[in-house]
């Protein structure tokens, strides 16, 4: 039996994903917006049956993150019918690998949480830690949640580069190096009782549609990010099914009017 059906094998064994969102502003979301994560739970929810998938959402945090007080304190997201359950996540405005390492250990084992969908990068490089040093905190994470949950799985999306990298040609290039190393990182720590995927960027990701500030995903974008996720779960272990492609564009819950926002060019 090869390395991927021993790992479809032992997921399909797996009675329940315990599923931890970890991410940074893009994860967690601002006040309005549906999130990706809402578009993964809309995803699983199509995809649960008697046969399908057996999931639940877990983490510390359930919040959004409110620009006007700065702070992760709103629960306005657009669809109120997105349930109080599936919001836990473990996201923060401005947080990255440097950040998350730390902590991962402390929420895999609270939670209990088998199985990660992470979505960092673009911050550390932005604002705190090069390229090397930003890999070296994703191997130190996958150690943490290891010391956790030895059979945890994880699925990282590597860094899209926003507008920064249209202007700054350093930045560009360390988001390019990053996910190099990002991809060595999987493929030199992935086991198979330990699982790690590197899901597939959207290959046509427009900052003009799939951002509405030239980072931060529109509800296009959401559903793009969803996607990416779910396809490599599908593809790799069997999870749920691909993601529907009539629901990328499609708006659940209550329309949402937003302001205009500036560019964001910092991060």
């Not at 959004?64 to 992760?72: G, M, T």
Request: hydrophobic share 45%.
């Amino acid at each position: 039996m090869g390395v991927t059906s021993q790992v479809k094998a032992a997921v399909g064994q797996d009675v329940r994903m315990r599923v931890l969102f970890v991410g940074d502003s893009m994860t967690i979301g601002s006040a309005g917006e549906h999130t990706w994560r809402h578009r993964m739970w809309r995803h699983l929810e199509r995809t649960r049956g008697p046969h399908g998938t057996a999931y639940e959402i877990v983490g510390p945090r359930d919040a959004l993150y409110d620009k006007e007080a700065d702070a992760p304190v709103s629960h306005d997201y657009a669809d109120p019918a997105f349930p109080a359950a599936a919001r836990r996540h473990l996201a923060g405005w401005g947080e990255g690998w440097l950040h998350m390492a730390p902590v991962i250990a402390g929420a895999v084992r609270e939670h209990r949480a088998d199985t990660l969908l992470v979505f960092l990068g673009l911050i550390d490089l932005g604002f705190y830690t090069g390229s090397g040093a930003t890999a070296a905190n994703v191997r130190r994470f996958v150690a943490e949640a290891r010391s956790a949950e030895p059979r945890v799985r994880m699925v990282l999306l590597p860094v899209i580069p926003n507008i920064r990298a249209r202007h700054d040609v350093f930045f560009a290039a360390e988001c390019e190096r990053f996910n190099e190393l990002l991809a060595r990182a999987v493929a030199e720590l992935s086991t198979p009782a330990s699982p790690l995927l590197t899901a597939v960027p959207p290959h046509d990701w427009d900052l003009a549609r799939d951002t509405y500030d030239g980072t931060h995903p529109t509800a296009r974008g959401e559903h793009r990010i969803a996607a990416a996720f779910a396809d490599a779960m599908h593809r790799a272990w069997g999870v749920g099914s691909p993601y529907a492609a009539g629901a990328v564009g499609a708006q659940p819950g209550r329309p949402r009017a937003r302001r205009a926002e500036p560019v964001t060019v910092e991060q």
